[in-house]
């Protein structure tokens, strides 16, 4: 029921009210509402740790008086999130991060539980950021906290709404994009509020980052292209926590992997696990698979483009849309052929084929789904750090980015291990002593 046809009236010109006769929504069909309630208690059953955060501080209501305008993928896992918020107290306002990861029938289910939420699959640039501007932009109604995913709506806010961006208590942020850019607002000294950069977090890069990727990559790729990886040349650019995760799964499958990077420990790494660190140019002729996951800008060139074989497939499994550089691609001489959703083909004077998927963008949440279980845990990280922020006295944050206390990370952990039926070992006190840690933890130092 995500199907995102073109020939419809565009959301934004239909009148819609859900059930109790309010309007403050904009969705693609409100009546899909009742499969997009089923599809988020599907993901309830795997997301046990929010659920028993949310059973453990509802009488507490802790983001009481909280408004949370929130702005990531709108998905039936973000929806336990945002129902997990609404149920310890807050008010959310919600649009997507991305013009292709919205589930429609998820979005309708908010929008019938009183969320005002302002997404649908395949928006175009303009009704993104009118999407985000109709979650800030509300007559008596102002955010005090923001959820982002990309660094999209801080940016909004920040550049529209300078008055509203001074009042906010709190950031958090949960993408490698995101942080750089609210990195960018720190060090020129304009980043008046405290953020919290939920992508560092120990229970985000290791987990999301390295597992969710390790399993959606051949996913979006199968869905998409139904491409069988033995024996396949495969280049992914960047081995960070992204770029490891999809070559575990593509050399698991018997592909081969090339691997560029910039950074030389992360190079070595490659290294180690049996990965051959080139350049790009170097392979380009002979790859079959291109995948970007460097949270950079114009990775694969339209020189790149120009030099690939006939049929290999390009894809990007970072945040923005901006590794591959597509606008290149768009000129007279190259015929786009949308051969079936999310996949084109561009056709060079010679015939030579390139497979696009998602036009550059993230791929796992365009072309597929993401594992529900991993996005648990970066949702009871981000749930946490609201809380954190939200409560925290007055100067304990100033105006900075900071990582999450590792105390929180473990706690976060610690919710998911019952799933696994693990069972912690307690130190003894002569061994805490020995270690110099306290038996409840941190167990990590804060650098890790």
């Known amino acids: 029921y995500t199907d995102s046809s073109d020939d419809e009236v565009s959301p934004r010109e239909k009148q819609q009210t859900n059930s109790k006769g309010s309007s403050n929504f904009c969705v693609k069909n409100i009546k899909q509402a009742e499969f997009g309630r089923r599809e988020i208690e599907i993901a309830e059953q795997d997301m046990s740790a929010l659920i028993s955060l949310r059973k453990r501080a509802q009488g507490e209501k802790p983001l009481a008086g909280a408004k949370i305008v929130g702005c990531t993928h709108i998905t039936a ?20 991060c991305n013009i292709y990861s919205t589930q429609n029938e998820v979005a309708a289910a908010l929008a019938e ?49 300078p008055s509203v961006f001074k009042k906010i208590r709190g950031i958090v942020e949960e993408s490698v994009t995101g942080v ?23 229970t985000k890069q290791k987990f999301d980052n390295l597992y969710c990727c390790r399993e959606s990559i051949l996913d979006g790729l199968k869905r ?10 495969v280049v992914v650019c960047g081995y960070g926590e992204v770029g490891k995760g999809c070559c575990a799964a593509l050399k698991a499958l018997g592909a081969i992997v090339y691997v560029t990077e910039i950074d030389p420990i992360c190079a070595l790494q490659a290294c180690m696990d049996g990965f051959r660190v080139v350049k790009l140019s170097e392979v380009i002729r002979q790859v ?141 006190d002569d061994q805490a002593k020995y270690l110099g840690l306290n038996k409840n933890g941190p167990f990590k130092p804060n650098y890790y």
């Not at 906290?145 to 709404?161: A, N, P, R, S």
């Not at 998409?224 to 040349?233: E, R």
Request: hydrophobic share 40%.
């Open 224 to 233: 998409t292209t139904d491409v069988m990886f033995g024996g396949k040349q």
């Open 180 to 202: 750089h850019r609210l990195y960018q607002l720190s060090k020129a000294g304009k980043l008046c509020v405290p953020a919290m950069n939920v992508n560092d977090s120990v």
């Open 288 to 428: 079959d698979v291109v995948i970007t996951c460097t949270g950079n800008k114009n990775v694969v060139t339209r020189e790149h483009l120009d030099r690939m074989k006939n049929s290999c497939i390009v894809c990007n499994m970072g945040h923005s849309n901006t590794e591959i550089d597509v606008t290149s691609l768009r000129t007279p001489e190259l015929t786009w052929e949308r051969v079936r959703s999310q996949v084109d083909h561009i056709i060079w004077p010679d015939g030579k084929r390139v497979v696009l998927l998602a036009e550059g963008r993230l791929l796992n949440l365009s072309c597929s789904t993401v594992p529900t279980f991993v996005l648990s845990i970066t949702a009871t990280t981000q749930a946490l750090a609201l809380i954190e922020l939200y409560n925290a006295p007055e100067g304990r944050y100033k105006q900075d980015v900071y990582l999450l206390p590792k105390k929180m990370d473990e706690y976060v952990a610690s919710l998911h291990l019952p799933s696994f039926d693990a069972h912690l070992t307690e130190l003894t």
């Open 113 to 161: 539980a009183g969320v005002a939420v302002f997404a649908w699959k395949g928006e175009s640039e303009d009704d993104f950021w009118w999407c985000i501007d109709r979650c800030v932009n509300m007559d008596g109604w102002q955010a005090n906290m923001i959820l982002d995913d990309g660094g999209d709506l801080t940016h909004w806010v920040y550049k529209k709404y």
């Open 77 to 96: 896992q973000t929806a336990v999130l945002i129902e997990t918020l609404c149920a310890l107290g807050a008010q959310c306002r919600w649009s997507a």
